[in-house]
């Protein structure tokens, strides 16, 4: 019975451990950046929109989607700096 527990404890342990490490561009509503950071939680769709708001100095309305990349001249990492080529998968 042990072994079962602890069997089933580490798998639930390591689908939260790799779904933590995931991480998200995620695009606005209103606007035309993109925002890439480490995570896909609450607490990091939450910082990309504080990040997008930084950047274009108004509130950039709600995520309209995300991916695993970010190519072109509108892509922010999770520091705020502006990069070329954001892959995060």
Known sequence: ????SL??????ALTFTASSLSAKCYGFKDADIK???NGDGFKERK????ICKGVVGTDCGG???NSGSCTGPKCYDESG???SNIKVD
């Open 1 to 4: 019975m042990k072994k079962i």
């Open 7 to 12: 069997v089933i404890g580490l798998a639930i």
């Open 35 to 37: 925002v890439c950071v």
């Open 47 to 50: 910082k990309a929109s504080d």
């Open 63 to 65: 995520i309209t989607g």
């Open 81 to 83: 700096s502006k990069k």
